[in-house]
């Protein structure tokens, strides 16, 4: 002892402690100051920016160099961060990009990130009040949707895992062996699920992580309003049935990504309960829906679901990332993930007394995303974020009627949210012309900085694609869209 402390007392017997803390922090408060000014104004005059715009070869170039060996002072980083990352964004937190379907961030949700990440709880558990604002954002997504109190759930990093979750919950549930020890080699009758052709793309993603494959996932057709044909499904199961397979679990869509459109939630639950089946809705276009005042009805139905996955990051405006799937037993939740090794158990009190958050999903580790959520909630109210959507919804209303009103614009489906497909469509040229002419106004849009739009295919035919979930977007925006696509459109065309 004597000797240890000896050894402290003189500086010269050892090594200085390193730690990433800096050396003054009064330097770090003042560039910390500046960075939240600079965050302000970019938000602040977004609209007067491109959308988008293609980056210069050298701050491509500038992205390729090997790790850094020795340090170089934060101001100087935070001005290569500014002068080449913050100055090339995606765009989405613009009034005007409509691109595939995103958020569009929002100030509050950015602060929270900071806090969150200054704080650095971990989520996979333990007695903190990070665990208690996750619960509880969990409990208001649940409450917003409308499943039961007991109900389960936890916050992912977004859809496609949201969803990954909620159909192992469904595969488990309804395999009848026990699948986590035996393995999907075990079933008797291979499992099936059932969905529209209009499911996203990660619910395929989903069934191949599960050890299903893809034949596992019945693709049913879909009627003029891309909503799933109830009496294809109907057939499809009892075919199946026939031959020998198990119809595990049907998915609703509440909101598809190409139109916007949403399945018969209720007619899907009575026939999932007919037929002894688990029913998932993936929600992550359309479950919030649920509080918005003009357009809730369209989810009805939702709230009988056995699963459920959802997107704040979505319209709820989180920034990215953050998902939430919800499933009605709990029990079955947690039995699909639970696993408690030696080294994470729980003790009546400290720090390891809370609940083992990542007994609900597959990361053990989680961020304190929730943080933002509850923040933007708690600012807000959930009737403003309902107002938000029905907004949206009005104003994919308004682009459908610009686009029926001016040809040679053509609307390619009636929009039930708030995606809006449509293509400039002059007469006289064929499908494979079209699709040229429409790629090349899109690609304009995006070079030139107006708007941000994607495209699809729907019926067979090439579009561009507007989805609206954005709380920026003014009806002018959408106006300017219109003028700018026809003028693109005719020069273009040549006509
Ligand atoms: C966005 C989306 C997903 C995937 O969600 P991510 O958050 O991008 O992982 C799944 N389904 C639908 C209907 C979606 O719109």
């Known amino acids: 002892m004597a000797n240890l402390i000896a050894r402290k007392m003189d500086p010269s017997a050892m090594n200085p402690t390193e730690t990433l803390d800096p050396v003054d922090w009064s330097r770090v408060a003042e560039l910390a100051h500046r960075m939240m000014d600079d965050a302000v104004e970019h938000v602040r005059t977004v609209r007067d920016r491109p959308v988008w715009?293609?980056?210069?070869?050298?701050?491509?170039?500038?992205?390729?160099?090997?790790?850094?060996?020795?340090?170089?002072?934060?101001?100087?980083?935070?001005?290569?961060?500014?002068?080449?990352?913050?100055?090339?964004?995606?765009?989405?937190?613009?009034?005007?990009?409509?691109?595939?379907?995103?958020?569009?961030?929002?100030?509050?949700?950015?602060?929270?990130d900071f806090l969150a990440a200054v704080q650095g709880s971990n989520l996979g558990g333990g007695s903190h009040a990070a665990a208690l604002v996750d619960q509880q954002v969990v409990g208001w997504l649940r409450d917003m949707i409308g499943l039961p109190p007991t109900a389960s759930g936890t916050l992912v990093n977004g859809g496609s895992v949201a969803n990954l979750v909620g159909l192992t919950v469904a595969r488990n549930a309804m395999a009848g062996i026990d699948l986590r020890e035996e393995g999907v080699g075990a079933l008797e009758r291979p499992l099936r699920f059932y969905a529209s052709d209009q499911v996203h793309s990660c619910h395929r993603k989903a069934v191949e992580t599960l050890g299903l494959g893809n034949r596992a996932l019945r693709r049913i057709p879909t009627d003029a309003a891309f909503r799933i044909d109830l009496g294809a499904l109907r057939t499809a199961v009892h075919e199946d049935r026939e031959a020998g397979f198990q119809p595990a679990c049907i998915i609703g869509t509440a909101g598809t990504v190409n139109t916007g459109s949403v399945d018969d939630l209720n007619a899907l639950a009575d026939f999932a309960a007919e037929e002894g089946m688990w029913f998932h809705v993936d929600g992550c276009i359309g479950a919030l829906v649920s509080v918005a005042h003009d357009n809730a009805w369209r989810v009805k139905g939702i709230e009988r679901a056995d699963s459920v996955a959802l997107d704040p990051h979505k319209w709820l405006h989180a920034p990215f990332e953050v998902g939430c799937v919800l499933v009605r037993d709990r029990k079955a939740h947690r039995q699909a993930f639970a696993v408690s090794p030696e080294y994470l158990k729980g003790t009546a009190r400290g720090l390891a007394s809370g609940e083992w958050l990542h007994e609900y999903g597959l990361q053990t580790s989680r961020g304190f995303g929730a943080l933002k959520v509850w923040m933007a909630l708690m600012e807000h109210g959930t009737a403003k974020f309902g107002r938000l959507i029905d907004q949206n919804i009005a104003q994919a209303r308004h682009l459908a009627d610009l686009i029926r009103d001016n040809v040679p614009l053509e609307l390619m489906a009636e929009p039930e949210l708030n995606i809006v497909c449509f293509r400039y469509a002059p007469a006289g040229l064929t499908e494979q012309e079209l699709k040229a002419l429409d790629t090349e106004i899109m690609i304009r849009l995006q070079e030139t900085g107006v708007a941000a739009l994607s495209d699809t295919v729907i019926g067979g035919q090439h579009c561009l694609r507007a989805a609206i979930c954005n709380h920026r977007t003014r009806p002018e925006d959408l106006e300017l869209l219109v003028a700018e696509t026809l003028k693109l459109g005719s020069v273009l065309a040549g006509s």
């Open 53 to 112: 715009r293609p980056m210069p070869e050298e701050v491509e170039t500038a992205f390729h160099g090997a790790p850094p060996w020795s340090p170089m002072p934060l101001d100087e980083v935070y001005e290569i961060v500014r002068r080449t990352v913050l100055a090339y964004p995606m765009g989405n937190v613009h009034p005007r990009f409509w691109s595939w379907y995103m958020g569009a961030g929002n100030f509050t949700g950015a602060l929270a």
